[in-house]
């Protein structure tokens, strides 16, 4: 059972534009959320979080909202640019105790030139 | 600091053989987290070590199995390989606290024949 749903397998945007890429999880528990970015032959790399607490957080052109009433987060990059291109997981979870994340399938992101 | 190492990168078995995958996390995080990504399945939670003990486990059947060592460096096995065994198989490496992200090792592709 998917805990955490990236229903959008890929997403193509123009350079310069904005990308918003949108994730859904079902537990009600979750109080942290990351976004992970993925180039092919790489391991994900960390991007953002926020924790339950928030309902927006940014960092630079990243900027990542939450809204817990519908279960829903969205990572948005503005502007967009062509090294953005790459796969963007978003995971659910809880830090306590221990790490157990939920991740989703993933969002493939092209920006074009 | 040196990052998360994981080896073999590829490795190719055949079903009912078993497979051993080594992850050194980054010196000094004590936590390591297993994960399997497959083709739209996203990455899914095998289980996390801490201090040498198994503090989360996901739900996988009981072929998959792990164990970390006093150095922190964690072990995977997996018997009996089936060839839906075939996959990314990441590690992720925490500082334990609840303040820090995970960070991940570029993964095995194991393939079963």
């Known amino acids: 059972d998917q805990q955490v749903k990236q229903n959008s397998p890929s997403l193509s945007v123009q350079e310069g534009r904005i990308s918003i890429l949108n994730c859904d999880y079902t537990?009600?528990?979750?109080?942290?959320f990351l976004w992970y970015k993925k180039y092919p032959a790489e391991g994900p790399t960390f991007l953002i979080s926020?924790?339950?607490?928030?309902d927006k957080n940014e960092d630079g052109r990243f900027t990542v909202f939450l809204n817990k009433s519908a279960k829903h987060l969205s990572l948005h990059i503005v502007p967009s640019q062509p090294g953005d291109s790459a796969v963007y997981f978003c995971?659910?979870?809880?830090?306590?105790?221990?790490?157990?994340?939920?991740f989703g399938t993933g969002t493939s992101l092209t920006v074009i030139p | 600091k040196a990052g998360v190492t994981q080896t073999p990168r590829y490795l190719i078995k055949t079903r009912g053989q078993q497979v051993t995958l080594s992850c050194s996390p980054i010196?000094?995080?004590?936590?390591v987290s297993w994960y399997q990504q497959t083709p739209g399945q996203g990455l899914q939670f095998l289980f996390e070590?801490?201090?040498?003990?198994?503090?989360n486990k996901g739900n996988f059947p009981g072929r998959f199995s792990g164990r970390q060592f006093s150095n922190s460096r964690s072990e995977m096995n997996v018997s009996t390989l089936e060839l839906g065994d075939s996959a990314l198989y990441l590690c992720?490496?925490?500082?334990?606290?609840?303040?820090?992200?995970?960070?991940f090792g570029p993964g095995t592709r194991l393939t079963v024949l």
């Open positions: 070590y801490f201090s040498e003990t198994q503090r």
């Open positions: 537990n009600s528990m979750f109080d942290y």
């Open positions: 926020i924790s339950s607490i928030k």
């Open positions: 010196s000094g995080h004590r936590s």
């Open positions: 995971a659910a979870g809880s830090r306590f105790p221990g790490n157990q994340f939920y």
């Open positions: 992720a490496s925490h500082s334990g606290g609840s303040a820090d992200t995970q960070y």
